[in-house]
């Protein structure tokens, strides 16, 4: 039912939310949810092998309140290219896709991955650089709204510090945002392990 504001207009009030259901695989994730991908379905992998910059893997898991992975998740990823530019500027790598989509499959003992390359740093709104990082947006059953949250690197520990938009996180909660990197791969793989309550809590933004 709408309402009449003070200057004449109408105020529709907010939709109820709901949570992603079972279209978060069937429209989203299609080979998750057995069924044929697209020729133009938005996978994990988010830069051709042409892409300027370094190769690496993401791995992680979403992890709930009593420390159980979460099923049925779909991680949205977004990042600027090599030199720090994201896809909707001229100047972007055009091998590199900028966005990708990860939904741990039966087999995944439900780690999401990505394959990508380390992102460029980015200007903060003050002018100065940000560190380079990843923006991930998580979709799940259970989550009415998605939670949208940064990940960056700790061998970027230099630019970590720096980062105008990190360093306005409270010291005890930044690690919750540092993806570690790990050994043994053919390329730099580094794990980001997201808990969405607990004392561990990953920091979650309002974008």
């Known amino acids: 039912m709408?309402?009449?504001?003070?200057?004449?207009?109408l105020m529709y009030p907010e939709s109820p939310s709901q949570t992603a259901g079972p279209y978060v695989h069937?429209?989203?994730?299609?080979?998750?949810?057995?069924?044929?991908?697209?020729?133009?379905?938005?996978?994990?992998?988010?830069?051709?092998?042409?892409?300027?910059?370094e190769p690496v893997e993401i791995v992680g898991r979403v992890i709930d309140g009593n420390g159980d992975t979460v099923?049925?998740?779909?991680?949205?990823?977004?990042?600027?290219?090599?030199?720090?530019?994201?896809?909707?500027?001229?100047?972007?790598d055009r091998a590199f896709r900028g966005f990708g989509r990860s939904?741990?499959?039966?087999?995944?003992?439900?780690?999401?991955?990505?394959?990508?390359i380390k992102p460029g740093r980015v200007p903060h709104p003050n002018g100065d650089a940000m560190a380079p990082h990843i923006n991930l947006m998580l979709f799940a059953?259970?989550?009415?709204?998605?939670?949208?949250?940064?990940?960056?690197?700790?061998?970027?520990?230099d630019a970590n510090a720096a980062c105008p938009f990190l360093t306005r996180v409270p010291p005890s909660r930044r690690d919750t945002l540092i993806a570690?990197?790990?050994n043994g791969s053919d390329k730099p793989r580094?794990?980001?392990?997201?808990?969405?309550?607990?004392?561990?809590?990953?920091?979650?933004?309002?974008?």
């Open 26 to 53: 069937i429209g989203l994730a299609l080979e998750v949810a057995g069924l044929p991908p697209r020729d133009d379905e938005i996978g994990p992998e988010i830069a051709t092998p042409d892409a300027e910059g």
């Open 180 to 182: 570690t990197r790990e």
């Open 71 to 92: 099923e049925g998740i779909l991680v949205e990823a977004w990042q600027a290219d090599a030199n720090g530019v994201y896809q909707t500027d001229y100047r972007a």
């Open 103 to 116: 939904a741990p499959g039966e087999h995944d003992a439900g780690e999401w991955s990505l394959h990508t």
């Open 190 to 207: 580094y794990r980001f392990e997201i808990h969405l309550q607990g004392p561990q809590e990953t920091v979650f933004f309002d974008f």
């Open 141 to 157: 059953r259970g989550i009415n709204i998605h939670l949208n949250t940064r990940l960056y690197f700790d061998d970027e520990a």
């Open 2 to 9: 709408t309402q009449p504001t003070e200057d004449g207009g």
